[in-house]
């Protein structure tokens, strides 16, 4: 089975800042895909960004990107230039590439951007 | 818009009364999916379903049924709700395949005292 691991639960930064979220995985699958989920107060999931284990180019999204090291089984997420809205509770997640196959969460990082 | 709609969004109730939470998506995906939020234990499913008629458990399933008998709607039910189902519930749905992201519902807060 496949664990995420997101070994911070709390992290906190000024904003403007950058910070890094950590996350490592357990697989002995070669196909997956890895994501990062955001969720603010209002409690909504909400899609970051999404990593193919086969593409060595780490993704970016905006002011977010992804350190991918499959053979570390890493996968952290770097937030650059940090914005108030950017509080909220952040995610891994791990799908292997098989159509019936579940996400499985990590138990999330609460970070909380000071003013 | 595409969304997923959840209802409740809170509901307190008591031991033992029968709930369903309700799941709808306008997307047309296929794959259907419960997930239970904790603190300190991030989401972890309860049943996922592949298209109507499909249904399967997945981590932690005891204590709920669910049902696809329709291709946009994917219920949950407490047949006999105890308190260690308190908890914020999570529908998802996405398209067939396993790269496609999911979309989430809003959440369901259920207190079962």
């Known amino acids: 089975a496949q664990t995420v691991t997101q070994s911070q639960p709390e992290m906190s930064v000024q904003e403007a800042e950058t910070v890094t979220l950590s996350c490592t995985y357990d697989t002995s699958e070669n196909n997956y895909y890895l994501f990062w989920y955001k969720q603010p107060p209002s409690r909504q999931m909400i899609l970051v960004i999404r990593q193919e284990a086969y593409k060595q180019q780490n993704a970016t999204e905006n002011r977010f990107s992804v350190n991918f090291q499959k053979a570390a089984k890493s996968f952290s997420l770097k937030i650059s230039d940090s914005q108030l809205g950017d509080t909220a509770m952040y995610f891994c997640a791990f799908i292997k590439n098989f159509g019936n196959e579940k996400l499985t969460f990590g138990t999330g990082t609460r970070l909380t951007i000071i003013p | 818009e595409a969304q997923v709609t959840q209802n409740p969004r809170y509901l307190i109730t008591v031991t033992g009364k029968k709930l369903t939470v309700t799941c709808s998506q306008n997307m047309n995906h296929e794959y259907m999916s419960w997930y239970r939020q904790d603190p300190g234990l991030g989401l972890r499913q309860i049943y996922y379903s592949m298209n109507v008629e499909v249904t399967d458990k997945g981590d932690v399933p005891e204590g709920y049924k669910v049902s696809r008998k329709e291709k946009r709607n994917f219920p949950l039910i407490l047949e006999s709700p105890s308190p260690n189902q308190t908890s914020l519930y999570f529908c998802?749905?996405?398209?067939?395949?396993?790269?496609?992201?999911?979309?989430f519902g809003d959440g369901t807060r259920l207190s079962i005292l």
């Open positions: 998802a749905s996405r398209r067939g395949q396993a790269d496609q992201p999911q979309h």
